[in-house]
């Protein structure tokens, strides 16, 4: 059921405009606000592979933006480890943490699955708090400079801005690349019914395991990407308010899609950031949550989702 | 102590993000209660769930039942909204900071038990709260009313076509659950500062007792709820640093050894 | 049908459009110049700093006759939400939207955060609000000077007051196990251990999720110590100093608090009275600190100022005083022309920029929060009860942890 990618032509437009905002993004917004904006863009996307394409709706994924984002600025700022190698550390991190969480969380199914996902990430989220020799505990940790990459000084907002569009453009098209593979098929047919696909005799645990060692680890990535273009990690990236928050920026742009979650990452980023310097001040919640209790009653297939749901009425819930 | 009272939301079996906002309006009914009409501490405890388990009742009559027929996962998203925006218009009209609410007269001297004194309220209130749960354990399990609802919440379609107004109970059921929730915020008032952030302190402890615990038996939950305030206790003393964690790691190896709870016996054996 | 499926999906897109304002203007020689006052407007700090502390700002730039240099002074207001990262692009932003200075950062993760952009892009930041000594000590940089006080002379100074005398020997301390906390343990029991006295035990609670301190001060009271020292701050202070009252150890035991700033007992008369604190300046303590604390509450609906508001308007009139001397805002100049700076005004006695670590120094105040029926005017919360010297206050130069860059 993953027809509305590129499958139709609106799809194919859609995509399309996309890609042109975001190459436009960093004169259209501050760069680094920009940078944040595809930083989420592709934590959404990755947390849509979880629950758009495997429908397990993972309320702890800040645990990989936030952990990955940890351990790449502690390397980089605490014991000086070169910077493709922080990264790639910080990367691997994720992805083990991912592991584990997985073969934990997906012994069970629906609501339960979304607890132990936030129960665990809560657990790394008291690590964090308590290892302040690491993480400077609430103080976060700070990077002085963004490092190089291949020679290059990532400096430059506007390069690394860049550099981040293409990481995240990879990012998913791999995601792509994977939903449409038969790999994908048995994820999406597990998705609308796990008793069929154990009957096919798939083993549905393995293939959860591996959508969600992929998920969290796109996770990471981007997590390092939005630490190290702020420069900075903390314990809001570890929150369960940011694992919220990425829920709502997919279904907001509509999961199953892949791109929605992009722009849904974008309108709410962009949205927060102008409501922030309202008269609502820090009460931005107020906004993103009517926002977001609307998308869930009326338009459940989010702003992208509804834009492709033209012909195919999909009784999708 | 708080996860005497967090125990009372993890028994009803709607898995409801916005309970710990509610746990929070109730408090607050309670102090504007206070400052604008001098409503005592013992009429708040019965007011201020009622007036907000009206405003549950709203909720659930509104939009929650919109997303019953839908995947419950929207119910629970739903609430995640809900508590956003509580709490973010609860900041809007009293601060972030927090106001006090005095310890009810008559309550507040302390108790001599044995080896230290004890503030006689703290002992109302852990009393209160075992009542309450006592009494609410005797309704689901023991009444005709309690059997309706606990069919009502597990097989819908069959108790409807048993002549019963479903409807009406799941209703009721969630505003009694609300009720709870702000009942338990009332008699945390006196004892934490009123803030429009005191609800999400517990909501994710109550998560952890609801995933170890398990569903389907409310004593199971209460003991649960019970054991881990005790042992969250004794943490604090044998190893503070890592006593936030403690029920956490309870959950993972429940969970590694019996996926359905504690106390979750398989959907059958009841 | 469709239409009104889609509808809602299109009015988001239009929002969508609409939320892209137009790229900001580039910062430039001439024109206004714009101090950034990074606060908290609506949060947990906004009471202390937020509105009153932008007020403040302003009211250094209309004292210094609003101009500079032949071109206008301009205050910025921005809310960092008690947010890091949300902290660190608006202050880029503000940054390269032409501000020269950044003031204010009340939280310590924020301060932090702006600390790092100020080196980044090379332009200054002065931080009042914020309490964390790492700002002046591993995190300190060229471009950050930390104003108005920090966790350790919070602690040197509450801590050697109480320790030097014959009831304050032996202390309990219920701390939050987390940096501000921690910390502050390690520089109480510095400064009691100077004078004699004794950390007899310390209980480190979980942060976050402690609201019920019972167990806690029930152990401190039965431990026989002589003082009970709440090394946290905000609402653990006022949830933990509660329940001490309800616990009657205020009766057995004084209590000294880790931070605490004048707007926290405006809330909370009561719960505070009977505790003993240090703060920067108090706005009763003689006839110049009154005298603009009287100008400040015309402007703010009889509100009295608190040491981090006053800190504001001295480092923004000191900033200013700077940038009329040196005849520009060039941030490498400022900081060469302030560095080891000596200056005295209404806000700071014996002030220096200390050249060594950007700390800069000034007399503290040991106060005692008054009893209800000793408070003779509102908000005249506190009494004095000793003057530490700028050099005993804050952390002596020879333990310094700063790794100069400059």
């Not at chain 1, 000086?80 to 991912?98: E, G, K, M, R, S």
């Not at chain 1, 002085?144 to 290059?152: E, H, M």
């Not at chain 2, 399990?141 to 108790?159: D, F, S, Y």
Request: aromatic share 10%; glycine share 10%.
């Amino acid at each position: 059921m993953t027809a509305a990618l590129f499958g139709t032509r609106r799809g194919a437009i859609v995509a399309a405009v996309l890609l042109l905002i975001a190459l436009a993004l960093p004169k259209l917004v501050y760069p680094v606000l920009a940078i944040d904006i595809i930083a989420y863009g592709l934590f959404a996307v990755a947390f849509d592979l979880l629950l758009g394409f495997t429908g397990l709706l993972s309320f702890g994924h800040a645990m990989f933006w936030g952990g990955a984002g940890y351990v790449a600025t502690i390397l980089i700022a605490k014991a000086n480890v070169p910077f493709p190698l922080a990264v790639i550390l910080a990367i691997a991190y994720a992805a083990v943490l991912a592991l584990i969480v997985g073969a934990i969380a997906i012994r069970r199914q629906g609501i339960y699955f979304a607890m132990i996902t936030l129960a665990l990430a809560q657990l790394q989220y008291f690590f964090a708090y308590q290892l302040g020799g690491w993480t400077g505990g609430e103080n976060g940790v700070q990077l002085s400079s963004r490092g190089t990459l291949f020679g290059i000084a990532l400096e430059n907002d506007i390069a690394f801005y860049y550099a981040v569009l293409a990481v995240a453009a990879l990012g998913t098209y791999l995601v792509v690349r994977v939903v449409r593979s038969p790999f994908g098929a048995v994820l999406g047919a597990m998705r609308e019914n796990e008793q069929r696909a154990i009957a096919l005799g798939f083993r549905v645990d393995r293939y959860k395991l591996i959508a969600f060692v992929m998920s969290g680890t796109l996770a990471g990535v981007a997590g390092v990407l939005f630490a190290v273009g702020n420069r900075l990690s903390g314990l809001d990236g570890v929150d369960w308010h940011t694992s919220g928050k990425v829920v709502m920026m997919s279904i907001l742009g509509g999961i199953g899609t892949v791109f929605g979650p992009i722009a849904g990452a974008g309108i709410f980023e962009s949205l927060d950031f102008f409501v922030s310097k309202t008269a609502i001040g820090d009460k931005t919640n107020i906004v993103m949550g009517t926002i977001f209790a609307l998308c869930v009653l009326l338009f459940r297939r989010g702003i992208i989702g509804e834009l492709l749901a033209d012909r195919t009425k999909r009784a999708k819930t | 102590m708080a996860l005497g009272l967090s125990v009372i939301f993890g028994m009803l079996r709607i898995v409801n993000f916005a309970h710990g906002a509610m746990f929070m309006l109730g408090a607050f009914v309670a102090y504007y209660g206070f400052q604008l009409v001098h409503m005592p501490f013992y009429a708040a405890i019965i007011v201020a769930p009622l007036i907000v388990a009206a405003f549950g009742l709203a909720i659930e009559v509104l939009f929650l039942r919109r997303l019953y027929r839908l995947d419950p996962l929207y119910g629970l998203l739903f609430t995640f909204a809900l508590v956003l925006i509580i709490e973010d218009s609860m900041r809007l009209v009293a601060g972030s900071v927090g106001s006090p609410y005095e310890t009810p007269a008559g309550l507040d001297f302390a108790v001599n038990i044995g080896f230290a004194l004890f503030p006689a309220y703290r002992l109302f209130a852990i009393g209160f709260a075992m009542v309450v749960c006592l009494v609410v354990w005797l309704i689901l399990e023991r009444t005709p009313l309690g059997a309706r609802i606990r069919a009502a919440t597990e097989a819908p379609v069959l108790v409807r076509a048993l002549g019963i107004d479903t409807q009406l109970l799941v209703s009721l059921t969630f505003a009694a659950g609300v009720a709870l929730a702000a009942l338990g915020g009332v008699l945390a008032a006196p004892i934490q500062n009123v803030e429009p952030t005191m609800g999400d302190k517990i909501i994710i402890n109550t998560f952890a007792i609801v995933v170890i615990g398990g569903l389907g038996s409310i004593g199971g939950s209460v003991i649960t709820g019970f054991a881990l305030g005790l042992l969250q206790t004794l943490g604090a003393v044998i190893f503070p640093a890592f006593n936030d964690t403690l029920i956490f790691m309870l959950m993972i190896i429940v969970l590694l050894i019996r996926p359905s709870g504690l106390f979750g016996a398989p959907a059958s054996a009841k | 049908m469709r239409f009104s499926r889609s509808l809602p999906a299109v009015l988001a897109l239009a929002l969508l459009a609409s939320s892209f304002p137009a790229p900001p203007a580039r910062g430039a020689d001439s024109g206004p110049i714009k101090i950034a006052v990074i606060t908290d407007m609506s949060g947990v700090y906004a009471a202390l700093a937020g509105p009153g502390a932008i007020e403040a700002t302003k009211m250094a730039v209309e004292d210094f006759g609003g101009k500079v240099l032949g071109r206008p002074i301009e205050v910025l207001t921005i809310d960092h939400r008690n947010n890091g990262p949300d902290a660190a692009i608006k202050a880029r932003e503000a940054y390269d939207g032409g501000a020269d200075l950044a003031l204010d950062m009340t939280n310590s993760a924020v301060a932090l955060a702006v600390a790092a952009v100020a080196k980044e892009k090379k332009k200054l930041a002065i931080v009042t609000g914020g309490a964390s000594s790492a700002l002046t000590g591993a995190n300190c940089n060229r471009y950050t000077y930390h104003y108005a006080y920090d966790t350790y002379a919070l602690a040197a100074s509450t801590g050697a007051n109480v320790a030097a005398q014959s009831n304050g020997k032996t202390w309990y301390a219920i701390v939050p196990n987390y940096a501000f906390g921690t910390a502050m343990l390690a520089d109480f029991t510095a400064a009691i251990e100077r004078k004699g006295g004794k950390m007899q035990k310390a209980d480190l609670y979980p942060f976050g999720s402690t609201t019920d301190f019972s167990s806690y001060l029930l152990s401190a009271k039965n431990s026989g110590a002589q003082v009970l020292g709440l090394f946290n701050a905000g609402l653990d202070t006022t949830n933990s100093m509660k329940q001490a009252k309800q616990f009657g150890v205020d009766k057995v035991m004084k209590i000294a608090v880790g931070l605490l700033f004048l707007t926290d007992v405006d809330a909370l008369p009561d719960v505070y009275a009977g505790s003993r604190i240090t703060t920067s300046w108090y706005w009763n303590y003689n006839s110049e600190s009154r005298k603009w604390a009287d100008k400040y509450a015309k402007r703010m609906h009889g509100l009295r100022p608190s040491d981090i508001q006053a800190a504001d308007y001295s480092a923004a009139t000191q900033w200013l005083d700077a940038v009329k001397a040196v005849g520009t805002t060039d941030a490498d100049k400022i900081q060469q022309y302030l560095d080891n700076r000596q200056f005295n005004d209404f806000y700071a006695k014996g002030g220096e920029w200390r050249g060594r670590d950007h700390r800069v120094i000034h007399e503290m105040y040991v106060v005692d929060v008054l009893p209800k029926e000793q408070v003779k005017e509102p908000h005249a919360w506190f009494k004095v009860v000793q003057v530490i010297p700028p050099g005993r206050a804050f952390r002596p130069e020879s333990a310094s942890t700063c790794k100069k860059d400059w």
